[in-house]
């Protein structure tokens, strides 16, 4: 069974960073495609990040050139540098492992959450 716990995240002044972490267990992490969800109060899920099983990285428009997906096959590891955070980034963010399919990605699996709060 696949477990996915994040951390990592908290209060983030604007214009500030924060790297969010996923702690993940089972034996297929190092082949799987892996995915950050975030969500905003009363907006939809939006997904942010992706990271295919051949380690090519698609990021969301809204993200793109400020937030930046990494894994370490060796310890398990996945996560989420986030650099020039405004306010619009607020939300709480999930980590996600699935399958890269037809260049979609489809989630399977998903950690509790983690609130980042960009405020002054």
């Known amino acids: 069974q696949v477990q996915l716990v994040e951390s990592g995240g908290g209060l983030v002044q604007p214009g500030g960073s924060v790297r969010l972490s996923c702690a993940t267990s089972?034996?297929?992490?190092?082949?799987?495609?892996m995915g950050w969800y975030r969500q905003a109060p009363g907006q939809q899920r939006e997904l942010v990040a992706v990271?295919?099983?051949?380690?090519?990285?698609n990021y969301a428009t809204s993200v793109k050139g400020r937030f930046t997906m990494s894994r370490d096959n060796a310890k398990n590891m996945l996560y989420l540098q986030m650099n020039s955070l405004t306010p619009e980034d607020t939300a709480v963010y999930h980590c996600?492992?699935?399958?890269?399919?037809?260049?979609?990605?489809?989630?399977?699996?998903w950690g509790q959450g983690t609130q980042v709060t960009v405020s002054s």
């Open positions: 089972g034996s297929i992490f190092s082949t799987a495609a």
């Open positions: 996600t492992l699935g399958m890269w399919n037809y260049s979609a990605y489809v989630p399977q699996y």
């Open positions: 990271l295919t099983p051949t380690g090519s990285t």
